[in-house]
T-cell receptor, first 113, second 114 residues
Framework: QKEVEQNSGPLSVPEGAIASLNCTYS??????FFWYRQYSGKSPELIMS????GDKEDGRFTAQLNKASQYVSLLIRDSQPSDSATYLC?????????????FGTGTRLTVIP | GAVVSQHPSRVICKSGTSVKIECRSL??????MFWYRQFPKKSLMLMAT?????????EQGVEKDKFLINHASLTLSTLTVTSAHPEDSSFYIC??????????FGPGTRLTVL
């Protein structure tokens, strides 16, 4: 059984600060890792994917993956009020045949103007 | 790119009726589509996975006779909630995958069963 753990928050940061979101997973064979953003009442929106150890940057977002520690994080630089949402960590298994995404319960982020 | 639509966005129905939800990939061919359900303040729960032209694979605890899934083409999958009851009220979200590892979500359908 794959498990994905996130701190539910809420996490509050002031505008312009760095928001750090963390996720751990139980299946050491997991290969693909994703961060989704979900606004209240809306469906998830993919913001980052990462497949290999290290950092991946895209604009204000940086995903960090450490497979040895089974840990993946998301950093949001220069946080904006519009970043206030629930961030979902998702993980899937080894091989392209492993279709399913396993989601954490999400971390609610509030960026204070 | 990678746009997924769902219809309807919101539906209210009486207990005992059936409701069909459509999921379409608009600008790509989806080899696999997924159906999720999300209760308030909870995370997404995968209900089933469907591949075009084959039967859906249901997750444990999901009744396949109650939640009928049809994936008739590479751009369309439908979920039919049969004989809906109030406990079926939820946010139903589909996602689609072209062939890579990323899933793209539709906007969701909020079902309310009276």
């Amino acid at each position: 059984q794959k498990e994905v753990e996130q701190n539910s928050g809420p996490l509050s940061v002031p505008e312009g600060a760095i928001a750090s979101l963390n996720c751990t997973y139980s299946d050491r064979g997991s290969q693909s890792f994703f961060w989704y953003r979900q606004y209240s009442g809306k469906s998830p929106e993919l913001i980052m994917s990462i497949y290999s150890n290290g950092d991946k940057e895209d604009g204000r977002f940086t995903a960090q993956l450490n497979k040895a520690s089974q840990y993946v994080s998301l950093l949001i630089r220069d946080s904006q009020p519009s970043d206030s949402a629930t961030y979902l960590c998702a993980v899937n298994g080894p091989g392209t045949g492993a279709n399913n995404l396993f989601f954490g319960t999400g971390t609610r982020l509030t960026v204070i103007p | 790119g990678a746009v997924v639509s769902q219809h309807p966005s919101r539906v209210i129905c009486k207990s005992g009726t059936s409701v069909k939800i459509e999921c379409r990939s608009l600008d790509f061919q989806a080899t696999t589509m997924f159906w999720y359900r999300q209760f308030p303040k909870k995370s997404l729960m995968l209900m089933a996975t469907s591949n075009e032209g084959s039967k859906a694979t249901y997750e444990q605890g999901v009744e396949k006779d109650k939640f009928l899934i049809n994936h008739a083409s590479l751009t369309l999958s439908t979920l039919t909630v049969t004989s809906a009851h109030p406990e079926d009220s939820s946010f139903y979200i589909c996602s689609a995958r072209e062939g890579g590892r990323e899933q793209f979500f539709g906007p969701g359908t909020r079902l309310t069963v009276l």
